[in-house]
């Protein structure tokens, strides 16, 4: 079974940065994209960032282009967000995902870690 562990969430003040882990583990060798989604209270999940594992292939939501980079570490089956001059809007749970191609969609990834929370202050 593929389990997904996110780590590095926490409090910041606006214009910080964070930079959020999800170490994998199991068989992930048939999902070719991870991802990164949030969650914000009253709000669906919205999709942040995309990278295929057997290419260079990067996707991001307009709102946080320029801003957050998602990277991987091939090495260490661990996916990265880097997050920078963060904002209040950027408050949510973060979630990791695998999936099937790369897009910001959730109904193509079906594995999911459960979690970390980002709250940004202003």
């Known amino acids: 079974q593929v389990q997904l562990v996110e780590s590095g969430g926490g409090s910041v003040q606006a214009g910080g940065s964070l930079r959020l882990s999800c170490a994998t583990s199991?068989?992930?060798?048939?999902?070719?994209?991870m991802g990164w989604f949030r969650q914000a209270p009253g709000k669906g999940r919205e999709g942040v960032a995309g990278?295929?594992?057997?290419?260079?292939?990067?996707y991001y939501t307009d709102s946080v282009k320029g801003r957050f980079t998602i990277s991987q570490d091939s090495a260490k089956r661990t996916l990265y967000l880097q997050m920078n001059s963060l904002k209040p809007e950027d408050t949510a749970m973060y979630y990791c995902?695998?999936?099937?191609?790369?897009?910001?969609?959730?109904?193509?990834?079906?594995?999911w870690g459960q979690g970390t929370q980002v709250t940004v202050s202003s």
């Open positions: 990278i295929g594992t057997r290419s260079t292939s990067t």
């Open positions: 995902a695998a999936g099937r191609r790369l897009s910001l969609s959730e109904s193509d990834f079906d594995y």
């Open positions: 199991g068989y992930t060798s048939s999902r070719n994209y």
